[in-house]
């Protein structure tokens, strides 16, 4: 069994940075990639970005490029993300996942991702 747990949410003001962990444990494997996305109150689940560990590719979506990046480290199956310039509308539990087997080069698909965790709340005021 793998488990990813994620730490560093918390309240931040508008304008703003906090940094998101997620680490990996249980059984060794080996992934392909890890994400995160989030989800706010009455909303799907979204994308905000993903690492591709071959090459070390970062994906973005629109709605952070600039303000987010992802880092990670592949032999530990750890990944983080740095959020800058943080607005209200961030707000929202944080979620990492893991994808375990090669695939399409699709990664704000959410059924692709073979782990999750729990998920981190981040919360922006105004």
């Known amino acids: 069994q793998v488990q990813l747990v994620e730490s560093g949410g918390g309240l931040v003001q508008a304008g703003g940075s906090l940094r998101l962990s997620c680490a990996a444990s249980?059984?060794?494997?080996?992934?392909?990639?890890m994400g995160w996305f989030r989800q706010a109150p009455g909303k799907e689940r979204e994308f905000v970005g993903a690492?591709?560990?071959?090459?070390?590719?970062?994906y973005y979506a629109d709605s952070v490029k600039g303000r987010f990046t992802i880092s990670g480290d592949n032999a530990k199956n750890t990944v983080y993300l740095q959020m800058n310039s943080l607005k209200p509308e961030d707000t929202a539990v944080y979620y990492c996942?893991?994808?375990?087997?090669?695939?399409?080069?699709?990664?704000?698909?959410?059924?692709?991702?073979?782990?999750w965790g729990q998920g981190t709340q981040v919360t922006v005021s105004s």
């Open positions: 690492i591709r560990w071959s090459g070390g590719t970062t």
């Open positions: 249980g059984r060794t494997f080996s992934s392909y990639g």
């Open positions: 996942a893991a994808r375990e087997r090669p695939g399409p080069l699709a990664w704000a698909i959410i059924r692709l991702y073979d782990y």
